[in-house]
């Protein structure tokens, strides 16, 4: 079951972050701002236009950023298997390397949304797993 969330509530904190190039490649990534509640290692679940991706935190020289986004967390473990539904994202909304986006923080440390700046979105916010099963889920991921 999820919650219903408009990216204007009170209890959402919008942080503006920017697109970068992954590496020496052309494809985006996004460049996660100081305030985000995140760690290098993290996964989080990103909310796309009514998708929720997974994406893994990983860091560079320049800070924390995500490389991808992905349909369940196996993917964004190992982003080969599968599409990078925020680069769909990216081309869909023609967003590139140096645009600003607002990351919208729905559930911090666990769920975020990204959207394009003065756009307003209403997210379907989902639950937190249940804790002790996510333990055992990453220990057999393991």
Same mark, same amino acid.
């Given at each position: 079951m999820s919650e219903r969330v408009p990216s204007d509530?009170?209890?959402v904190r919008s942080l503006r972050a920017s697109l970068a190039r992954s590496g020496g490649t052309r494809r985006p990534c996004l460049r996660?701002?100081?305030g985000a509640? #995140? =760690?290098e290692g993290d996964y989080i679940r990103?909310?796309?236009g009514g998708l929720t991706t997974h994406a893994r935190v990983v860091a560079d020289a320049s800070g924390l950023l995500l490389r991808g986004s992905y349909d369940n967390r196996r993917l964004a473990r190992e982003p080969?298997?599968?599409e990078n539904r925020f680069t769909e994202w990216c081309e869909t909304h023609d967003r590139g390397p140096g645009d600003? #986006? =607002?990351l919208d923080e729905l559930d911090?440390?666990?769920?975020?949304g990204l959207r394009e700046p003065g756009e307003r979105v209403v997210y379907d916010v989902p639950r937190r797993p249940n804790q002790s099963l996510h333990h055992i889920a990453s220990?057999?991921?393991e």
């Open positions: 509530h009170d209890s996660l701002p100081d509640v #995140v =760690e990103l909310l796309l080969r298997d599968g600003a #986006v =607002e911090p440390g666990f769920c975020y220990n057999l991921g």
